[in-house]
């Protein structure tokens, strides 16, 4: 199958500091792929890299055969890549439902209707509308996660999702994840807990300053012993 | 709250109805001022739909004011009618909006606002210079006409345009994406906002109604000069409007206006030296004691809808 996303050569520096350096990575549609490695290593800059946040300094990104890298955030949405944050960053003087509907386009009965389908998918129908900032940590990520599930991307990046929530609300999350990998969704994903990256994901990426350390199924990244020496040292 | 919103649309259409048939019996006096709360409720909801809505602030809004002044002052000289003229002041207005807007609004965080600074000033000494179109420092004076009645109703028809055209972006998607902007610009990027072209948008909206006001004013005083269209402390009371009226919301830069307004003319008049020390005071107190103002307090504790 056609590669849905391809990361070729990216570099990103800040000032001195070389946050992704020569990257590359290949995901093919309809797989969940787990993006992993210390603080700093350069993951969340890699996903602002291909969401067009920052501007790489060098290299290529292409989505579905075409190049993305030097369009705006809100162009590359558009051709099908949405988004979560790792800090959240719900809107919070909108309501819950306000937050679902701007992010659509077209008509607006449709989108309501998608809306609070997916606010009774995450048990937050009763809080549809209380302004998101008065939501607690794990519904206002809740609606972060189901706001990107709004328009129907063909690649969701999830940053760190499931920092913060609780056990029960996980496991839903990530039967929701799966379901969207069922249906031919593409997930790539940033993640500090390890059961879950070993749990859901088929291809792990490590990164490590910056760089591509190592790729492959999870069991055999868990085993390899330069990923075993970027997390605890030698 | 809820019979709230039953009395509220009757209440709104009596108060209409009243102000349309007040100068029936009006004095020349009662005329005037009551003109010039339209232009203040004008003024302060046109701030409103940028600042309020996108958070970003313009430090420099009656620049469209005085701009509007000019150029309906300059057209009336020239001999077009002062309505059509007002129009024109508008429109220009918009332009200088755009002009300005254009490569000041691509820039994210406070650039806008201090460039909203500088331009005020920059008109304000570019009108004394250009003496052959404006008069310089002279100022330019308007064939004598008696037309308040008119102007009352014209300025009364362009608050109520604003507060009509505020109330169908504030219950609209397209204000949700204005206030997406405010409430996380980076955020409302990566969910597919245009954010420049609404911040363009907002703005080109909210220089309209400053450049209308601006001319009827112009009309209404029959003289400007560059320091009486271009004050500084009107951008200040448009704020201060708005921040304690409630901002973001639709009827809080009315509250604003009106409450300021009134005070304004029952007390500041009286103590013209305390007017800018009490103008800071009032900053002071809403931004320490309620940033949402008098409206964004209700509609946080009742969790009323962003229409009340």
Excluded at chain 1, 7 to 17: E, M, P, Q, W
Excluded at chain 1, 51 to 67: L, Y
Excluded at chain 1, 129 to 139: F, K, M, P, R, T
């Amino acid at each position: 199958m056609a590669a849905i996303l391809q990361v070729r050569n990216l570099v990103k520096r800040f000032g001195g500091v070389t946050a992704v350096n020569r990257v590359s990575l290949s995901l093919e549609a309809g797989k969940i792929y787990g993006l992993i490695g210390p603080n700093g290593s350069g993951k969340t800059t890699l996903f602002n890299c291909i969401t067009g946040i920052e501007a790489s300094d060098s290299g290529a990104v292409g989505f579905k055969g075409r190049r993305i890298d030097g369009l705006k955030p809100h162009q590359i949405f558009h051709r099908g890549i949405g988004r979560t944050f790792q800090i959240i960053r719900v809107f919070p003087e909108l309501t819950a439902l306000e937050n679902l509907l701007v992010v659509t386009t077209g008509d607006f009965a449709p989108a309501r209707q998608r809306a609070e389908e997916l606010l009774r998918f995450v048990k937050l129908e009763a809080l549809a509308d209380e302004y998101a900032g008065n939501l607690s940590y794990g519904q206002q990520k809740l609606v972060e996660f189901i706001r990107v599930l709004m328009t129907d991307p063909e690649l969701i990046l999830l940053d760190e999702p499931a920092a913060g929530v609780n056990r029960t609300l996980l496991n839903e999350l990530l039967e929701a994840v799966k379901a969207l990998r069922d249906r031919g969704k593409t997930i790539f994903l940033v993640e500090h807990d390890m059961k879950v990256v070993m749990g859901l994901c088929e291809t792990v990426f490590v990164l490590d300053h910056g760089e591509k350390l190592a790729e492959g199924p999870p069991g055999v990244i868990q085993a390899d012993e330069r990923v075993i020496e970027a997390y605890f040292g030698r | 709250m809820k019979h709230w919103t039953r009395w509220f649309p009757p209440a709104l259409a009596l108060a209409l109805l009243l102000l349309s048939v007040y100068p029936l019996w009006a004095t020349g006096y009662g005329i005037r001022v009551m003109l010039q709360l339209f232009m203040w409720i004008a003024l302060a909801q046109s701030w409103n739909l940028i600042s309020g809505l996108t958070g970003y602030v313009s430090f420099g809004h009656v620049a469209f004011f005085g701009m509007g002044s000019y150029a309906t002052a300059i057209l009336v000289v020239k001999g077009v009618a002062w309505p059509l003229a007002a129009v024109g002041g508008g429109v220009m207005a918009v332009v200088l909006a755009f002009v300005i807007g254009w490569p000041c609004l691509r820039l994210k965080g406070p650039y806008f606002a201090i460039a909203m600074l500088g331009l005020n000033e920059v008109l304000r000494v570019m009108a004394s210079y250009f003496e052959g179109l404006t008069g310089g420092g002279l100022g330019l004076s308007l064939p004598t006409l008696d037309a308040s009645v008119r102007i009352y109703y014209a300025m009364g028809l362009v608050a109520v345009a604003v507060t009509g055209l505020t109330y169908l972006i504030v219950t609209s998607r397209f204000g949700l994406r204005l206030m997406t902007i405010r409430e996380d610009e980076v955020a409302a990027e990566a969910m597919g906002i245009n954010t420049f072209r609404y911040k363009i948008y907002a703005f080109l909206l909210s220089a309209a109604a400053p450049g209308i006001v601006g001319g009827l004013a112009a009309r209404d005083m029959g003289y400007i000069e560059p320091i009486s269209v271009f004050p500084l402390v009107t951008t200040i009371t448009m704020i201060v409007m708005v921040l304690f009226g409630g901002k973001g919301t639709i009827w809080g830069p009315v509250l604003g206006a009106v409450i300021l307004f009134t005070f304004q003319e029952l007390v500041w008049a009286h103590f013209p030296h305390a007017h800018q020390v009490l103008l800071g005071a009032i900053i002071v107190t809403v931004v320490l004691v309620m940033p949402r103002g008098i409206l964004g307090v209700l509609q946080q504790k009742y969790n009323l809808p962003r229409t009340v």
